[in-house]
């Protein structure tokens, strides 16, 4: 069974207790510069953090028509269903995928090359300065593989956030997405970016033709320079150097070495 | 009779840049594919090769720095290098008659030689963006996921056919590059006009 993260966020409060809840459970903690930000707004830092995996974007947006909102939405690890880091990621077994959809790290394998940094389109894994691998969301992949919820969900106080089989969830994310269109709310949708296969993680946003406007990239995609490179460019590279120790070995066999008479 | 064909510090820094090159060139296989990571187990591992890998480009590069200070005034390619490249080919296949005579280095040594400076500050360039993935702008880091293995390619092309060429094609070659001498009819062989312009006198 594919799991998935369903985010509401028209019913998120901008409570932080799933923060707090992740760094509870994964033992994170909080440290000097998290507690207040002085950028003036209420989110808790500018961006994931190796030792940060879930944050909630506040965002202040004012419309074409001058109404003004006050956006907030949970971020984190996207588990995309194409992978930009798994992609990208040179040593093997370091990123894998579950057999329930989660992309989970093993830091045993991961060598710190960060790779996986510029494959993700959503800026999400982080190099920890101190051990040299990269660090993000798991899904709690230790509470769902003994069939508990993640840590966020358990800690959610509103119904925004909702963990369970993807095919029932992105039904449920259809529907409500619904009947926000019914209450008035046109634009209404459920973000699953056909561009990295959708993801495991599920939005509702009031407003989906803007989806920056929530901190969400609006067509995220593996780059292309990631698929060029590890794609046709590891054959053209395979070739050459294959290609070249034959061909050297077929040369010398056929022309022999360039003798000089003494 | 021998004949001085490199001095001791020509040699000494060759082998530095040949040493980091090789270096470079099998830890940067480690990190090209997965499929190739085992090669790190000869270099202390994924995590060694990852750290380490940067430091043997720098090497390389700052070596082949002092390779161009010494050899890029004999590196300039001629009218009589462009003829040579024309008929590369009859070279390829021992067939040299007919050849403009090179100087110290023939129009392919010195193809070779601007090849790999132009690879190496492809490399370099990239390889900065590469080491700070946090600090860098992602559109530079994507164009280094691109750069930085193709220079790699064309620059361990090169160095194929450079290796093969000093250790098996052209007898000689080596030992030239190791002891720093020659024989006469060597010199006289492959290099006539250095020959007859540097060394006769």
Avoid at chain 2, 49 to 75: C, E, Q
Avoid at chain 2, 145 to 150: A, G, N, R, T
Wanted: glycine share 10%.
């Amino acid at each position: 069974m594919i799991v998935a993260k369903l985010i509401d966020t028209t019913s998120c409060i901008g409570c932080k207790a799933c923060e707090a809840a992740c760094q509870e459970w994964n033992d994170q903690g909080l440290t000097a510069g998290m507690a207040k930000s002085d950028d003036g707004t209420y989110q808790t830092l500018p961006s994931l953090r190796h030792d940060f995996w879930n944050l909630i974007k506040f965002k202040e947006v004012t419309r074409e028509d001058g109404s003004f909102t006050w956006l907030m939405s949970k971020y984190q690890c996207m588990h995309c269903v194409d992978a930009g880091c798994l992609e990208a990621c040179p040593a093997p077994g370091a990123i894998f995928r579950r057999e329930n959809g989660i992309v989970d790290f093993d830091h045993d394998k991961c060598i710190g090359c960060g790779y996986c940094i510029t494959g993700c389109p959503f800026d999400v894994p982080k190099l920890s300065p101190v051990t040299q691998k990269v660090y993000k969301c798991t899904l709690c992949s230790d509470r769902t593989s003994v069939g508990l919820e993640p840590a966020c969900i358990k800690a959610c106080p509103t119904n925004c956030l909702t963990f369970g089989a993807r095919d029932d969830l992105v039904r449920l994310a259809d529907a409500r997405a619904e009947s926000l269109r019914a209450d008035g709310h046109a634009t209404a949708g459920v973000y699953n970016p056909a561009g990295v296969g959708g993801t495991n993680v599920l939005y509702v946003l009031a407003d989906a033709t803007r989806p920056e406007d929530y901190g969400l990239p609006r067509d995220p995609t593996i780059p292309w320079q990631v698929r060029l490179w590890k794609g046709p460019l590891k054959w053209v590279g395979n070739a050459v150097l294959v290609g070249g120790v034959v061909g050297a070995f077929l040369h010398y066999l056929r022309y022999g070495p360039k003798e000089v008479e003494e | 009779m021998r004949v001085l064909r490199f001095t001791f510090a020509e040699r000494a820094v060759h082998w530095m840049t040949a040493i980091s090159f090789l270096y470079a060139a099998l830890t940067g296989l480690a990190l090209w594919s997965p499929s190739l990571l085992w090669i790190s187990s000869f270099f202390g591992g994924g995590e060694a090769v990852r750290r380490w890998h940067p430091w043997g480009g720098v090497s390389f590069a700052v070596a082949l720095g002092l390779i161009f200070r010494n050899w890029s005034k004999d590196m300039r390619l001629d009218s009589e290098d462009r003829k040579w490249l024309s008929q590369a080919h009859r070279y390829a296949v021992n067939d040299e008659s007919g050849l403009p005579e090179a100087g110290r280095f023939n129009a392919g040594q010195k193809v070779l030689f601007w090849t790999q400076s132009v690879a190496a500050l492809l490399l370099f360039a990239s390889g900065v963006a590469l080491f700070w993935p946090e600090h860098m702008p992602r559109g530079l880091r994507l164009a280094a996921v691109l750069v930085h293995p193709s220079a790699a390619i064309v620059s361990i092309a090169g160095i194929l056919i450079h290796i093969y060429m000093g250790i098996a094609a052209v007898p000689g070659a080596l030992r030239g590059m190791v002891s720093g001498w020659v024989t006469e009819p060597w010199a006289r062989a492959h290099h006539p006009r250095w020959y007859r312009e540097s060394v006769k006198r």
